[in-house]
Nanobody, 122 residues
Framework: QVQLVESGGGLVQPGGSLRLSCTTS????????IAWFRQAPGKEREYLLC????????NYVDSVKGRFTISRDYAKNTVFLQMDNLKPEDTGVYYC???????????????WGQGTQVTVSS
């Protein structure tokens, strides 16, 4: 069973930064496109960003453009979500996911982590 593990969430003040990590011991993340989603309280899950195996980054949400960056660390088998200039509306549970495909797109992601909570508040 594919299992992704997120970490790095927490409480941060508005304007602060966090870096979330997504990793797994089950397979090599380099071989697949990896995406980050978030679910705010009372809202539907949002597809934020995705990184393909060619390191092409795709951003799906205007509100995080210029503030959130997705990247890979091949040596650590980890995909990161760097979040800067955080706002209260960024509060939510953040998930990484993969559909075991090479490219990014709007398709079904069948494999998810358990999520990590991010709270932006003063």
């Amino acid at each position: 069973q594919v299992q992704l593990v997120e970490s790095g969430g927490g409480l941060v003040q508005p304007g602060g930064s966090l870096r979330l990590s997504c990793t797994t011991s089950r397979f090599t993340l380099d071989n697949y496109a990896i995406a980050w989603f978030r679910q705010a309280p009372g809202k539907e899950r949002e597809y934020l960003l995705c990184i393909s195996i060619a390191d092409v980054h795709t951003n799906y949400v205007d509100s995080v453009k210029g503030r959130f960056t997705i990247s890979r660390d091949y040596a650590k088998n980890t995909v990161f979500l760097q979040m800067d200039n955080l706002k209260p509306e960024d509060t939510g549970v953040y998930y990484c996911a993969t559909g075991l495909l090479n490219w990014c797109g709007d398709y079904e992601f069948g494999y998810w982590g358990q999520g990590t909570q991010v709270t932006v508040s003063s």
